[in-house]
């Protein structure tokens, strides 16, 4: 079985939140960072829990199809206001607006390389 690379996996992350009208996509490189528990994390939003679990399961079906790679563990699923997807080397957090301000993930880690992707 071949190597599936963290840009594989990144971009198939993106194109599963892009698939469900996810919006505001961010991925923070974490490589340089010495306390990081990942290399990437991946932060975006969706409107409201349907549409957050939606994206959710676009991007656990997107990826398992692509690159026959399954999430770790994923936490979050039963209120979908911020879902969780453990990917080992990439953490995918889909959030509604609110949860999203107010843990503010991407200032957390704006020690990393943040790379923001264009809604659709």
């Given at each position: 079985?071949?190597?599936?690379?963290?840009?594989?996996?990144?971009?198939?992350?993106?194109?599963?939140?892009?698939?469900?009208?996810?919006?505001?996509?961010?991925?923070?490189?974490?490589?340089?960072?010495?306390?990081?528990?990942?290399?990437?994390?991946?932060?975006?939003?969706?409107?409201?829990?349907?549409?957050?679990?939606?994206?959710?399961?676009?991007?656990?079906?997107?990826?398992?199809?692509?690159?026959?790679?399954?999430?770790?563990?994923?936490?979050?699923?039963?209120?979908?206001?911020?879902?969780?997807?453990?990917?080992?080397?990439?953490?995918?957090?889909?959030?509604?607006?609110?949860?999203?301000?107010?843990?503010?993930?991407?200032?957390?880690?704006?020690?990393g390389?943040?790379?923001?992707?264009?809604?659709?």
């Amino acid at each position: 079985m071949k190597e599936v690379t963290n840009k594989q996996l990144l971009d198939a992350i993106i194109e599963g939140i892009r698939n469900r009208k996810g919006h505001r996509i961010v991925a923070i490189d974490l490589r340089k960072v010495k306390e990081a528990p990942v290399e990437y994390m991946i932060v975006a939003e969706g409107n409201s829990n349907t549409q957050v679990a939606a994206i959710a399961a676009e991007v656990d079906d997107y990826v398992r199809t692509n690159l026959h790679v399954h999430p770790l563990a994923t936490a979050g699923e039963d209120n979908a206001e911020w879902i969780a997807m453990d990917y080992g080397t990439i953490f995918v957090h889909i959030m509604q607006r609110e949860p999203r301000a107010f843990y503010d993930i991407e200032n957390l880690w704006n020690d990393g390389k943040t790379t923001e992707y264009p809604d659709e």
